[in-house]
C-alpha cells in the first residue's frame, strides 16, 4: 500500500481582518491492481473542506506534469477512485474545490504515480501471485527488479519495495552513490526518500492600507508554536527542513506599520510523509 500526501489551497472569497491560512487538505494515495492486472486502480482520499459553502471537488490527471487529460467531478464527496490505469505508465494527479458560487481553487501540489509493470502467470484469468503482498508480482520481482518475492522489504531499509519503485520512478535501477547498487536496492544511496521535507503555505491579502507583513507560527504541538517566520508582506511562504513522520501545526498572523499584530488564524496541522 502506498501512502503519498499533498496540499490543497481552497479560495476562500472576501476580505479577512486577520492573517487567513489557505486550507491544508490531506490527501492518502492507495495503489491496487484490478481483475488480471492488466489495468490498475487508484484510490484517493481526502480530508473535508470546513467551508459552509462548499459544493465539491474535482480530480484531474493525466501522463504530463501539470497537463491533465482527465477531470472527474466527484461533488461534495471525499473519495473517489481512478480506474483503466496502464502499468508502467506514470500519472499526476492534482485536485480542487469549488463552492456554491462556482468559484474554483487553485491545483493542489501534484502527485505523481508510477503504475508497476504487472507480472504474467500461465493461466491469464488468473491474478498474477504475489507471496510477500508488496504490490509487486513475483515474476516481476524476480525478472524485472531483483527484488526478493518472500521478503517486502528487500534492502531492509523500512521502506517497502513497492513504494521505493514509486519514489524512484525512472531511475530505480540507476546507482546514485556508485557503490555498484542500484537505487532501489541500496539502504543508504545518496539520496535516500525523503530525508527531510518542506511544506509551501499561501494565503489571502489582508485589504488594511497599513497592512506591513505577516508571520508564520508552527510547532509539534497544537496552539504551542515553537518558530515564527517573518515573511514580510508577501502571501506565501516555505517551511523547509521538517522532519517525516512528523505532525507540524501551523498559524498566521498579520501585523501593520503601527506594530500592532494580529491574532492567530485558525490553525491548521500537516502529518509530513
Known sequence: MLNRRLTLSYF??????????????VFMLIASYTGSARSAQINLQWDSNSESN???YKIHYGLQSQSYTYTCDVGNLTVCDISDLQPGSTYYFAATAYN??????????????LVPESGTTSDPGTDPVD???????????????????DNPDTDADGIS???????????????????????LLDPTPDETPATTAQLTLA??????????????????????????????????????????????YF????????????????EVSYLVP
Do not use: M
Not at 513504494?163 to 555498484?180: K, M, P, R, T, Y
Open 161 to 183: 519495495d513497492a513504494d521505493e519503485l514509486n519514489f524512484w520512478n525512472d531511475i530505480w535501477n540507476a546507482d546514485n552513490d556508485s557503490d555498484g547498487i542500484i537505487n
Open 131 to 149: 507471496s510477500d503482498q508488496d504490490g509487486i508480482s513475483d515474476t516481476d520481482e524476480l525478472t524485472l527488479y531483483g527484488t526478493d518475492p
Open 12 to 25: 476562500n472569497p472576501g476580505a479577512c481582518g486577520r492573517a487567513c491560512l489557505f486550507l491544508l487538505t
Open 251 to 266: 498559524a498566521a498572523t498579520a501585523y501593520n506599520t503601527d506594530g500592532l499584530e494580529s491574532d492567530f488564524s485558525t
Open 203 to 248: 494565503w489571502d491579502t489582508n485589504s488594511e492600507t497599513n497592512l506591513a507583513g505577516y508571520k508564520i507560527h508552527y510547532g509539534l504541538q497544537s496552539r504551542t508554536y515553537d518558530t515564527t517566520c517573518d515573511v514580510g508582506n508577501f502571501t506565501s511562504c516555505t517551511i523547509a527542513d521538517l522532519t517525516p513522520g512528523t505532525t507540524y
Open 100 to 113: 456554491t458560487d462556482g468559484l474554483e481553487s487553485d491545483f493542489s501540489t501534484e502527485i505523481s504515480y
Open 54 to 56: 462548499l459544493a465539491g
